[in-house]
């Protein structure tokens, strides 16, 4: 009855260690900014207290041996939260050493050193001028800090430092009354490893801060570098063009009211003159790309009539045609005549594709037609319907018509390799110095920025020899948003199939949901996308999908904290989450429960080969039977590092109620145990048809005998001896017995 009682009592302070150490990482994983970490340490020290541990301070010390410095954070019982230690300093040679030591019994498989340190008056002395300055500096007032210096440690009394190593540094749990024992260390280890779990998270966050306080800079820099640029080009604007409106205006003044001109100074005027308008369009090129660069052209939109705009445009590059064999035609849809935009941005878009058709094409044909057409911004959303769920694609935004105006010509075309750079600035399909038509190679830039400030997008399409076509679109009224990658509003509908396994993927960036589809979808996956942490966590619990992807780096919750939801939760704890990240930290992934880390940027094998191992591997809920807190810790901690997800039972009626809310994957039973011991949990998993098939595996220390062999061998598939549990051993057996479960099934 005593050892009964005993296993109880153990039992439930078992049970209080666990529920401290997942507040405290919980409280790590819900860190926004990298200063939280102190409220971390203030939770552990609490936590560890509240167990019985006389603890006076905790004492947590960072080496950082690249840079000489220790970080420090500190809570103890005589101050509040608000009176918290965290500060750096440098670190002498013997700290430096010293930590060298420590991190070299951690290699030899040391956990922890021990002090037992008797106080001397110069000591205290100390101890009392540090902590009263350290107060000072923090605020405190002279009446809370006497009372704090009272509660110090006095002369000649005994302290007694417990330092547990962890990856950076150390934790150290100091005492007045005793030196813990062994057990008493194993626990405050483990909260050690919960300490060094939070330190993590905050590393990532420190260095998510300095990212940021890089790009705050860049920006910064290039706001400074945009002001100076504007300032540039509002005075290049005017020393340029005056002096060349000059020479074109006085040129042109000379040539016309020059009646007395000979024919060779006539001639050499329009030679002035042609190569005047020929430096002021490239000096106007340069400014309007700069301008738009730097945000300082401004849409106008008004209503005007589109026809008239082109009939204008093909009336000002007409004249400059100088090719007989050449026809310039247009053609103006009746529904396109009346536009919102901005005309004067539109004409010079006309212009410039005209010119260039012009310019390419020796004999033949230039033409411009326009038409419209309506278009919807559409999105896909998963609804019920009588059919089962459909992923549909809904209308987000009301019709808008779309013009398409496209430039089409008889010229020498553009070579394939070629046309993605025709848009590119200062690249020309023959940039050879030996070329025959002259440029600076902006002009098809200009116009693509310009058509994208209108709201809409340009293409080409070329065959080498035959001609080009030009095309863009824009919305008929300037603000309203389109589809402008379509000329048609037909809805799709996409039943989902049961034989397509879905798969939800949470990341803030739209295009890799597109490219998971297209790398997934012949292999049979179908893909919904979340653009954030809570859309995607409803997507997961509404469809429990094969897979959920998580990207680590997205505005409001990050990846962190939605792993951390999701396997918080009993509706979505189970379901597989795979890491899609440019950041990697693989080792908080997997300490998190994750399947699968795939570093970005991902490709088809990386993805199909954790997606393999999750359809081969797919059993992760394994329940575990085991009575003893100690074993049962053991077995759980083995079966997470081989990727398992273990639950905890403690006796054998508990299991059944666990089997009952949730039938696992398998089972590791123990047979000794209180109230109902392991031969009559099988028992119990015989007379139920869809448990019976359940694989069971007995760990035991029980010396069996034969018929107790005999009757485990007809009804478990394995039965291995604590004294031979290895991880390897473990993770091969379980992998095993699953695989033939599912070939069976």
Known sequence: MNNTHQTQTELIYELKIRDALEHVRVRALEMQESTELGEVVWDLFEEVTELGFDIIRTNIQVHKLDQDVIDIWWAAHYLDRSQGVNY???????????????????????????????????????????????????????????????????????????????????????????????????????FTEAFEFAYKRFLELEAKEEQNKALEVANRQLEEATRLKSQFLATMSHELRTPMNAIIGFTRLVLRRGSNLEDRQRENLEKVKLSADHLLNLINEILDLSKIEAGRIDIQPATFDLKMLIANCCATVGPTLGKPSVTLRYDVADDAVEVFSDEARLRQVVINLLSNALKFTDEGEVSITVTSYKSQITGQKLVDSEDGERLVTLDLRPVTDVLEIAVRDTGIGIPGDQLEAVFEEFRQVDGSSTRKIQGTGLGLAITKKLVELLGGSIGVSSVLGEGSTFTFRIPSRYGEAVDISSDSSTSITQVIDANNRLIVSIDDDPNVAVLLRQELEEDGYQVIAALNADEGIALVKKHKPVAVTVDILMPGKDGWQTIAALKADIETRDVPVIVVSAIENKELGFSMGIHDYIVKPFDHDALMGSLTRLNAHGMRDILVVEDEPSAADLLCQMLEVDGFTPRLAYNGRKALVCIEEKKPDAIFLDLMMPEMDGFEVIEQLQLREDWKRIPVIVVTAKDLTLEESDYLNARVNQVIQKGSLDSDVLENTLQDILDRYLDKK
């Open 88 to 190: 750096s300093r440098r670190q002498n040679i013997s700290e430096r050493n010293r930590f060298q030591r420590f991190q070299a019994a951690r290699a030899r498989g040391d956990r922890w050193h021990l002090e037992d340190v008797e106080v001397t008056q110069k000591q205290y002395e100390e101890i009392q001028t540090n902590r009263r300055s350290m107060l000072e500096d923090r605020g405190v007032s002279p009446e809370e800090i006497e009372q704090i210096l009272k509660n110090l440690i006095l002369p000649g009394q005994m302290l007694y430092v417990h330092g547990i190593f962890f990856s950076h540094g150390t934790v150290a749990f100091s005492s007045y009354s005793k030196r813990y024992g062994e057990d008493e260390l194993e626990v405050l280890a483990r």
